[in-house]
């Protein structure tokens, strides 16, 4: 019987059980979703009412005193955005008349790590912290593995939940998408305008004296007068007796200028400095030059080369943004006066600064007044700074889709599994020759199952399973979006490379190599053989029947998410995956026992999870069938007379007959290593005898 048909029947064995099991069950209701008043009545803060609904766009405003001062929405009204599991989180949004959220509420979701794993208390937990923060600033979540940097500025970043980082993240893109439809249809000014970017090919320098004047550079001028005015009526009024001596002297005369801006860096360093500046700046960051005269230091004199200064900021639209010294000496270009002092301040490309988009440079002066106890006062003096529109381009803050973030801030992980996959294809179209030397193919295995367990299971948080397939059947019948995909891109890019390998060697490729959960049950194997276990083998007949389960399992989930989603996503819990791999068996006794007990019969019985009840393997087996070529080698005498790669074999994919089972094949190379093994493979030795190769005595 050959694999397809053997795969039919498996699967038609299974359809009556189906039939029973589906007649029982009701079909589960469509989440109707969206806002309505009973629902926007559940986050009116204390002294505020909720008005009548808006007329053109679904949310109701917030009134204090007659006046409106917020909204109320639902974020299925605005970024119905699909989750990990294909249905969209619907969140309960309030927001304040100036773009302050006032507060965010779980109403439905469907997220697999929140529904049976972790529970949806760390999900509410989570979205607490929205809870001050405002649309006008960049909210990034922080690392899965540990608390982000919180920030009071432009840039925002919250912490992320363990093992739930696409959940969150996409979460995330569902408030501030929904935040700013709203803001952009009733609060005009408060959505964050659009960015600019620098034009590069605009290239125009011009003298100093002309920088000066087109307003390229910017300037802080103070004479003593002017320092001492400011701090008139204070204890420290008259406590620079230099400035008392010489009223009209110079204090400071600070320069400063955007100098990644080809048009004003080239006027202030020339070609060959602006050259070396800009292979310094890192793609997306700014940066700030300023150059000063005078009595008073910029920098202080304490000031540690490359850290932040204590005595310059910049601020835009109200918020600070964080500079920091490149501890760059760069020459200037001709004509351009050479100053006591020069720093080039480095602008962090992830800080959300328009370089468009005015801004403002301070300087602090501080004065100390006593010696044992002293009392110190500081005094701002700040200059704007505006670029003419024609040196940038503007550009849509829209047009960067919501996922790309996330590819960034995981960009080192994605090289990494892009090198893993390069070297493990490079390998696969080579297995005659990684497999000639049998033992250091053996442990180059293992070291390959480790990379696969601890770096893309457990760290990457990469391990593939059914639940993005039956979340791929939910979107089929609701317009088949299936961008939630792309935010979680290590799993994606496992996909995309398990689902290509599929033509080219059949489900092997990700089932016996690149599978957290198989590498682990390959490791619970070694360990029994290495303990002295038993080691079972079962009957041919016994495994055939045992290999048909998987397949029922699949027909069932399947069927399930089309007739009652809720059920299929509890039977989806037959696979191991989200208790030991995505939760690292942090998690409900049964779910762990389960697991266990898993792990336990694989240390007597090869990989039985994989073999017999995986739905996912299921899948990729059919989608196997695709597979266009018999990539392991076989002779004539495969089977008659031999049959050492029959027994040898693990996975019980050989026949009798010498031919592989390719849907029940886990890519293990042991029988390749075989065939060209002349001291093993029984073709090889009996040929190498007959002549007179070998010493037969």
Same mark, same amino acid.
């Given at each position: 019987m050959n694999t397809a048909a053997f795969i039919l029947r498996a699967l038609l064995r299974c359809v009556p059980a189906l039939l029973v099991l589906c007649g029982g069950w009701t079909a589960a209701p469509a989440a109707e979703g969206g806002l309505t008043e009973s629902l926007a009545r559940q986050l009116v803060p204390p002294g505020m009412e909720l008005g009548p609904r808006d007329r053109d766009i679904p949310a109701y405003p917030l009134v204090k005193a007659g006046r409106t001062v917020g909204y109320v929405f639902d974020s299925l009204d605005y970024a119905p955005l699909p989750g990990f599991s294909?249905?969209?989180?619907?969140?309960?949004?309030?927001?304040?008349?100036?773009?302050?959220?006032?507060?965010?509420?779980?109403?439905?979701?469907?997220?697999?790590?929140?529904?049976?794993?972790?529970?949806?208390?760390?999900?509410?937990?989570?979205?607490?912290?929205?809870?001050?923060?405002?649309?006008?600033?960049?909210i990034k979540v922080g690392s899965a593995y540990g608390a982000g940097e919180k920030g009071t500025g432009t840039n925002v970043t919250i912490d992320g939940v363990t093992k739930a980082t696409a959940s969150v993240r996409i979460a995330n893109v569902t408030i501030l998408s929904s935040a700013l439809a709203v803001a952009r249809a009733r609060m005009a000014g408060v959505a964050p305008a659009q960015g600019a970017e620098v034009r590069m090919d605009v290239r125009h320098p011009l003298p100093w004296p002309d920088m000066l004047a087109a307003g390229h550079v910017g300037r802080i001028a103070l004479r003593n007068r002017d320092v001492d005015r400011a701090f008139a009526g204070s204890r420290l009024a008259h406590d620079d007796p230099e400035a008392a001596a010489d009223p009209d002297g110079p204090f400071i005369d600070l320069?400063?200028?955007?100098?990644?801006?080809?048009?004003?860096?080239?006027?202030?360093?020339?070609?060959?400095?602006?050259?070396?500046?800009?292979?310094?700046?890192?793609?997306?960051?700014?940066?700030?030059?300023?150059?000063?005269?005078?009595?008073?230091?910029?920098?202080?004199?304490?000031?540690?080369?490359?850290?932040?200064?204590?005595?310059?900021?910049?601020?835009?639209?109200?918020?600070?943004?964080?500079?920091?010294?490149?501890?760059?000496?760069?020459?200037?270009?001709?004509?351009?006066?050479?100053?006591?002092?020069?720093?080039?301040?480095?602008i962090d490309g992830g800080s959300g600064f328009d370089p468009g988009t005015p801004w403002t440079l301070s300087l602090r002066v501080t004065r100390t007044h006593g010696f044992f106890y002293p009392e110190t006062e500081s005094r701002d003096f700040r200059a704007d700074y505006t670029l003419p529109a024609d040196l940038f381009t503007r550009r849509s803050t829209d047009n960067e889709p919501d996922w790309l973030p996330t590819?960034?801030?995981?960009?080192?992980?994605?090289?990494?599994?892009? !090198?893993? /996959?390069?070297?493990?294809? #490079?390998?696969?179209?080579?297995? %005659?020759?990684?497999? =000639? &030397?049998?033992? +250091?193919?053996?442990?180059?295995?293992?070291?390959?199952?480790?990379?696969?367990?601890?770096?893309?299971?457990?760290?990457?948080?990469?391990?593939?399973?059914?639940?993005?397939?039956?979340?791929?059947?939910?979107?089929?019948?609701?317009?088949?979006?299936?961008?939630?995909?792309?935010?979680?891109?290590?799993?994606?890019?496992?996909?995309?490379?398990?689902?290509?390998?599929?033509?080219?060697?059949?489900?092997?490729?990700?089932? !016996?190599? /690149?599978?957290?959960?198989? #590498?682990?049950?390959?490791?619970? %194997?070694?360990?029994? =053989? &290495?303990?002295? +276990?038993?080691?079972?083998?079962?009957?041919?007949?016994?495994?055939?029947?045992?290999?048909?389960?998987?397949?029922?399992?699949?027909?069932?989930?399947?069927?399930?998410?089309?007739?009652?989603?809720?059920?299929?996503?509890?039977?989806?819990?037959?696979?191991?995956?989200?208790?030991?791999?995505?939760?690292?068996?942090?998690?409900?006794?049964?779910?762990?026992?389960?697991?266990?007990a898993l792990l336990l019969a694989g240390m007597v019985l090869f990989k039985p999870y994989c073999r017999f009840l995986c739905p996912l393997g299921a899948g990729l087996a059919l989608g196997g069938l695709l597979r266009r070529w018999n990539w392991i080698p076989r002779r004539t005498e495969c089977g008659t007379p031999c049959r050492l790669c029959e027994r040898r074999c693990r996975y019980e994919a050989i026949r009798r007959d010498g031919s592989v089972v390719y849907s029940n094949c886990f890519q293990c190379l042991d029988c390749v290593a075989i065939h060209q093994d002349r001291s093993t493979c029984v073709p090889l030795v009996l040929q190498a005898r007959k002549e007179g190769k070998v010493d037969v005595r």
């Open positions: 294909g249905t969209p989180i619907e969140l309960l949004i309030a927001i304040d008349s100036g773009g302050g959220i006032l507060d965010v509420q779980l109403v439905h979701q469907n997220e697999p790590v929140f529904v049976d794993g972790l529970g949806p208390e760390p999900f509410v937990e989570f979205l607490k912290q929205y809870r001050g923060k405002s649309i006008r600033q960049n320069r400063f200028a955007l100098a990644d801006v080809p048009s004003v860096g080239l006027g202030l360093l020339g070609e060959a400095g602006y050259r070396r500046f800009m292979d310094k700046l890192a793609p997306g960051d700014h940066a700030v030059a300023v150059l000063a005269d005078g009595r008073w230091s910029m920098m202080g004199e304490n000031f540690i080369p490359g850290t932040v200064p204590d005595r310059l900021a910049l601020t835009q639209g109200g918020f600070p943004v964080n500079i920091r010294d490149m501890d760059l000496d760069l020459p200037l270009a001709p004509g351009v006066p050479h100053p006591a002092e020069m720093k080039i301040l480095r590819w960034r801030s995981r960009a080192a992980e994605i090289v990494l599994l892009g !090198g893993l /996959l390069a070297v493990l294809t #490079a390998a696969l179209l080579t297995q %005659a020759r990684i497999t =000639r &030397r049998p033992r +250091l193919f053996a442990a180059g295995r293992l070291l390959a199952l480790a990379v696969t367990l601890g770096f893309v299971g457990w760290y990457a948080q990469g391990q593939l399973s059914i639940v993005t397939l039956l979340g791929v059947v939910k979107a089929a019948g609701t317009g088949f979006d299936l961008s939630f995909l792309l935010y979680d891109p290590i799993s994606l890019i496992l996909w995309v490379f398990a689902l290509g390998t599929l033509v080219v060697w059949g489900r092997g490729t990700f089932c !016996g190599w /690149l599978c957290p959960f198989g #590498a682990l049950q390959e490791f619970a %194997a070694l360990a029994g =053989r &290495r303990l002295g +276990l038993p080691q079972l083998r079962l009957p041919p007949r016994w495994d055939r029947a045992l290999t048909g389960i998987k397949y029922g399992v699949l027909v069932m989930l399947v069927g399930g998410t089309l007739r009652n989603a809720a059920l299929a996503e509890v039977l989806a819990e037959v696979e191991p995956f989200k208790t030991t791999i995505t939760l690292g068996f942090q998690r409900e006794w049964p779910f762990v026992a389960y697991a266990a």
